[in-house]
């Protein structure tokens, strides 16, 4: 304890008084052999290896203390950007702002980080799962609408009846949290492609169709989608509107 104590001290001196960063970082390093968690060496050993931008070193020294300091998120969050920067390791970085938002959802530097990897395939699935819940507690509604919208252009894991959910819940969250009908009726146009069948899609997109006079746009959507239709009165139903709107709707609007 007293060659600690010793280097710690040659370490302030060298580092406060002759400005001599080289030996002060020796000094704290030497002190570390006596105490390896010792807060004020590992604390100006953070500092040293930023000035002499020794990255790596910063990188194993910061790793110490998220352990040792788990209520110091920002620590963390740091330490997932050095990661990236020194080794390129994008996984490895996530983690660490996963277990930031784990524990701290309004770290807004860690959700800045995460949300920064969402146009990438090889992640987005993984940081939707933590994102998802923060964004649904907070009624962060338009978050949520990217968050969906990137899981549908970058996933690589979607099947059509996921793409469908998706698409409904944007369809939902601008209709009921934005009061975006135009914006709605985009969506849920998307999930009815994909299931033209499906009654809550339509008791959602008909009569948006109808509010918005989006007959011209919708009618050549319903056309397509009909190709799909097998059941006999659901094709009779759909055919009927068709021809209604051509007779009552579409020619108005000419």
């Known amino acids: 304890e007293l060659s600690g104590e010793l280097s710690r001290l040659r370490a302030k001196l060298c580092e406060h008084r002759l400005q001599d960063f080289e030996q002060a970082t020796l000094a704290w390093e030497q002190s570390l052999t006596v105490d390896s968690e010792h807060p004020e060496a590992l ?3 953070t500092g040293l290896y930023d000035k002499q931008q020794r990255w790596s070193d910063l990188v194993t020294i910061l790793e110490t203390r ?7 998120y920002e620590l963390r969050t740091l330490l997932g950007e050095l990661i990236v920067r020194v080794s390129g390791d994008a996984q490895r970085a996530i983690e660490q702002w996963k277990l930031v938002l784990m524990d701290h959802p309004q770290a807004e530097g860690a959700r800045k980080m995460l949300e920064s990897y969402l146009s990438q395939s090889d992640f987005v699935d993984e940081i939707s799962m933590t994102l998802e819940p923060i964004y649904q507690e907070a ?9 969906n919208m990137s899981l549908l252009q970058y996933s690589q894991d979607l099947d059509p009846v996921r793409r469908e959910e998706l698409w409904t819940e944007c369809g939902s969250l601008y209709a009921e949290r934005l009061n975006a009908q135009e914006k709605a009726l985009e969506a849920y146009t998307e999930a009815f492609m994909i299931n033209p069948i499906e009654p809550e899609i339509r008791e959602r997109l008909l009569p948006l169709v ?9 009618a050549p959507k319903l056309s397509e989608a009909i190709q799909q239709i097998t059941d006999p009165d659901q094709l009779v139903e759909d055919y009927l509107r068709l021809a209604t709107w051509a007779e009552e709707r579409l020619n108005d609007q000419e």
């Open 43 to 45: 604390k100006a050993l």
């Open 66 to 72: 998220v352990d040792i300091e788990p209520d110091d």
């Open 139 to 147: 009624e962060e509604w338009s978050a949520m609408i990217e968050l």
């Open 210 to 218: 109808e509010a918005l006079e989006a007959w011209v746009t919708f």
